[in-house]
C-alpha cells in the first residue's frame, strides 16, 4: 500500500488520545497535493464541519483561507492542508500538549512522504508545536523563519481570527489581512525559489 495511504487507514481507527472520545464522528486526514507540493499548511484542529464531512479547512475559516489561496494564484488541489490533531475537540477548544503530541507522529510521517517545499502553521497551536516558539505572541512569531526537517517553516494568523476581528475592529482586520498576504508573498517566492534551484541543480 501506498505510505500515506498506510498512515491514513491508521488515523481512521487511532484511539490514541482522549479525542478519541470527546464526540468526534469524522478522524479528518490531510488532503490536497500529495507529492511535493510548494505549500503546506497545518492548522490546529478540526471544527464541527470538518468533524461531519471529513475534510480539512471545508468549515467558515476554510472558506475565508480559500479566498487568500486564490487571491495568491493557488488553488485547494495544488496545495496539501492538514491539522495537528486530526480529532475534533469539543466545543473547539484548543487541543492540549499531550493531545498534540500524540498526534504528532501522523503529522510528521505525512510531511516526511509528502515532502512540502515550505510548510505554513495556521495560527498558534500549530506553530508552538512545529516551530519550538514556545508560547511567544503570534504577532512577534508570523512571518518568521525556522526549519522543520530541513523545511522551511512559518507561521501566519488563523483565518478565525481575522473572522473575529471583522466584527469588532475594522482597522485591525485590514491590517493582518494585509500583512498576512504580504507574509504570504514571500512564503510562495521562497518556493518557487527552492524549486529553481532543485531544477538548477
Ligand atoms: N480550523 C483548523 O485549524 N483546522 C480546520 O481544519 C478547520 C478549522
Ligand atoms: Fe489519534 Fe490524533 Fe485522533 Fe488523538 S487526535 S485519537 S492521536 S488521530
Redesign the pocket.
Known amino acids: 500500500m501506498n505510505p500515506l495511504k498506510v498512515v491514513h487507514s491508521t488515523?481512521m481507527s487511532?484511539?490514541?488520545?482522549?479525542?478519541?472520545n470527546e464526540g468526534?464522528i469524522n478522524?479528518v486526514f490531510g488532503n490536497g497535493k500529495t507529492v511535493r507540493p510548494d505549500l503546506m499548511f497545518i492548522g490546529e484542529?478540526p471544527g464541527a464541519e470538518e468533524d461531519q464531512c471529513g475534510i480539512p479547512f471545508s468549515g467558515r475559516a476554510g472558506r475565508e483561507f480559500n479566498k487568500l489561496l486564490k487571491a495568491l494564484g493557488y488553488s485547494r488541489d495544488s496545495v496539501y492542508m492538514d491539522n495537528v490533531?486530526?480529532?475534533r475537540p469539543l466545543q473547539n477548544r484548543t487541543?492540549t500538549t499531550g493531545?498534540v503530541e500524540?498526534?504528532h507522529s501522523?503529522l510528521d510521517q505525512q510531511i516526511k512522504i509528502i515532502k512540502p517545499k515550505v510548510i505554513v502553521c495556521i495560527g498558534k497551536t500549530s506553530a508552538s508545536s512545529l516551530m519550538g516558539v514556545g508560547n511567544k505572541p503570534m504577532k512577534y512569531i508570523q512571518g518568521t523563519w525556522k526549519t522543520y526537517d530541513g523545511i522551511p517553516i512559518t507561521t501566519i494568523y488563523h483565518p478565525a481570527y481575522w473572522l473575529r476581528l471583522e466584527n469588532y475592529d475594522k482597522k485591525a482586520w485590514k491590517e493582518v489581512k494585509i500583512k498576512t498576504f504580504e507574509i504570504m508573498r514571500g512564503v510562495v517566492k521562497k518556493a518557487q525559489n527552492l524549486e529553481k534551484q532543485n531544477e538548477q541543480g
Open positions: 488515523v487511532c484511539t490514541k488520545c482522549q479525542l478519541a468526534r478522524p484542529g490533531v486530526k480529532c487541543p493531545e500524540s498526534c501522523y
